[in-house]
């Protein structure tokens, strides 16, 4: 595709072309402000509140807070799973946010709610075939989940990616995984990605809510030390390699295994090892226990120090 794509920086309205990616458990207001206050956008899952009146508390505090450069936006689990996402999805138009990530489903609803409000819509995609889904329905980017990413990451490397998506999208491609500083930067949008959506790094933070050993962990562990691990829920998932994990393995049980494949059973032994799942990082992000599982990508091997928020930009500008 060879006509001219608008930038993130046009996109959004921010300075540098660059959003804090949401993450569960991690980010929240204090680390979206700091990084509005320092010219990029940021997003928060609408799932790190329990309820729409603390996601619209969250929602009216941003708006408040918003700077020229700075823009903010919700990230929305799109699927059945999510018995919230309606009520989440009217929020965030009711009150007005600038920008909506989806994952993990079909955005039509929110594209079709959210863009007459003037919100921009960017999709989640880790391959072609999805990314054309999602153009056809009218989103305004594509956030190119690669191999290198946190959490559940894509199959794809980074430069290939971004360039076959390009190449077979009309709509811009914003990476997503393996961004560690302002070289990996520079060097994905040499591929063709107009800006980057930048998770791990942020982890270690003074702003971020985690406990400091997970903080720590990000410090002292590096690229090498992430495993994937099917224990959170059911579906591949990075995590830091802690002896923990080494105790308890990274592979699923053959009793996960038998009722994966039960086509009556599966939803269900997903939805429990989902909330199983869910229930220990949240322990483990929280507070230091004997059982610590972290979720991480391998852009932590770049993390040297708990740092403010506004440090840790600088090393990407």
Known sequence: MSATKPTLNDLLGITHPIIMAPMF??????????????????????????????????????????????????????????????????????????????????????????????????????????????????????????????????????????????????????????????????????????????????????EAPVSQEYKQACVDFGAKDIVMTQKISGTPCTVINTPYVQKIGTKQTWLEGLLNKNKKLKKWVKAIRFAKGMRDTTKAAQGATYKTVWVAGPSIEQTTAIEPVATIIKKFI
């Open 25 to 206: 458990l991690v980010s929240n207001v204090a680390m979206l402000k700091a990084g509005m206050e320092n010219g990029i956008a940021a997003c928060v899952p609408a799932l790190n509140y329990r309820t729409i009146e603390e996601l619209k508390a969250a929602i009216t505090e941003l708006k408040a807070a918003k700077v020229p450069g700075g823009a903010f936006g919700i990230n929305l689990i799109v699927n059945k799973s999510n018995m919230k996402y309606p009520a989440q999805l009217e929020a965030a138009c009711e009150l007005g946010v600038d920008f909506i990530i989806t994952s993990l489903g079909s955005p039509r609803m929110v594209i079709e709610k959210a863009k007459p409000k003037g919100i921009k819509v960017f999709c989640d995609v880790t391959d072609l075939s999805y990314s054309k889904k999602v153009e056809a329905m009218g989103c305004d980017a594509l956030v190119a989940v690669n191999n290198q990413a946190g959490g559940h990451r894509g199959n794809i490397a980074p430069e290939a990616l971004i360039k076959e998506l390009n190449e077979n999208c009309a709509i811009p491609v914003i990476t997503a995984g393996g961004v560690a500083n302002k070289s990996d930067l520079d060097r994905a949008m040499s591929y063709g990605a107009i800006g980057a959506s930048i998770g791990s790094p942020f982890i270690a933070s003074e």
